[in-house]
T-cell receptor, first 109, second 114 residues
Framework: GENVEQHPSTLSVQEGDSAVIKCTYSDSASNYFPWYKQELGKGPQLIIDIRSNVGEKKDQRIAVTLNKTAKHFSLHITETQPEDSAVYFC????????FGTGTSLTVIP | SAVISQKPSRDICQRGTSLTIQCQVDSQVTMMFWYRQQPGQSLTLIATANQGSEATYESGFVIDKFPISRPNLTFSTLTVSNMSPEDSSIYLCSYDRGALNEQFFGPGTRLTVL
C-alpha cells in the first residue's frame, strides 16, 4: 500500500515568515494530493489540493507544489499569521486516502 | 461542500459498554468513511460505508467491534462495541464528493473510555 511521510513534525515560525511542509509518497498510482488543517477540537478542513496533472497551485497565501517524478509535494504558507497555527496533514490518494503523520505549526506573534 | 455533523461531540464511557456515533450530511453523498484519530496521531481509516451494502473494513478493524450502518444517502452510524481504554480516540466521519475524490470531514467525536 501507499506510504506517506511528512516533515517536519513540528514547526515554529515568526509571524510574517513563511512555512514549508513536505510530504513524500511511494505509490505512483496516487493522483490526488490534498492538504488539511486541523485546529484544536475540530475536524480536518481541506485547505488546498493538487492533482497529478498540475505542478503547482496557489490560493492567496497558500500554495502547493508537486513533483511526480520524485514523488514529493509541499505546502507553502507565506506571510504567516497566528491563526495559521494548527496541525496540517498531507494525504496521497488513488483509490484510498493515505494521510501523513501531521505537522504542528506554531506562528509566534 | 455539504455540511457534515456528528453526534455526540464528546463522551466519557465505562469499559465494556458501547457507543453509537451518528454522522449526518445535509445532501446526498455516495461514499461515507469512518476514521479513528488517536491522541496526537494521524487519521486511520476504519471502514467505507456505501448505502445499500455492507461496510468495507480496513485491516485491523472488524465488524463485531465497529458495526456500521448506512441506511440512506445522508446518514451513517458507527458503533464502538465493548469498549476498553484503548478505544479512547477521536472518531471522524467524512464523505467523498464522487469522482472529484475530495473528502470532507465532520467535527469529530471525542471518546474517552474509563
Amino acid at each position: 500500500g501507499e506510504n506517506v511521510e511528512q516533515h517536519p513534525s513540528t514547526l515554529s515560525v515568526q509571524e510574517g515568515d513563511s512555512a514549508v511542509i513536505k510530504c513524500t509518497y511511494s505509490d505512483s498510482a496516487s493522483n490526488y494530493f490534498p492538504w488539511y488543517k486541523q485546529e484544536l477540537g475540530k475536524g480536518p478542513q481541506l485547505i488546498i489540493d493538487i492533482r497529478s496533472n498540475v505542478g503547482e497551485k496557489k490560493d492567496q497565501r497558500i500554495a502547493v507544489t508537486l513533483n511526480k517524478t520524485a514523488k514529493h509535494f509541499s505546502l507553502h504558507i507565506t506571510e504567516t499569521q497566528p491563526e495559521d497555527s494548527a496541525v496540517y496533514f498531507c494525504a496521497a490518494a488513488g483509490n484510498q486516502f493515505y494521510f501523513g503523520t501531521g505537522t504542528s505549526l506554531t506562528v509566534i506573534p | 461542500s455539504a455540511v457534515i455533523s456528528q453526534k455526540p461531540s464528546r463522551d466519557i464511557c465505562q469499559r465494556g459498554t458501547s457507543l453509537t456515533i451518528q454522522c449526518q450530511v445535509d445532501s446526498q453523498v455516495t461514499m461515507m468513511f469512518w476514521y479513528r484519530q488517536q491522541p496526537g496521531q494521524s487519521l486511520t481509516l476504519i471502514a467505507t460505508a456505501n448505502q445499500g451494502s455492507e461496510a468495507t473494513y480496513e485491516s485491523g478493524f472488524v465488524i463485531d467491534k465497529f458495526p456500521i450502518s448506512r441506511p440512506n444517502l445522508t446518514f451513517s452510524t458507527l458503533t464502538v462495541s465493548n469498549m476498553s481504554p484503548e478505544d479512547s480516540s477521536i472518531y471522524l466521519c467524512s464523505y467523498d464528493r464522487g469522482a472529484l475524490n475530495e473528502q470532507f470531514f465532520g467535527p469529530g467525536t471525542r471518546l474517552t473510555v474509563l
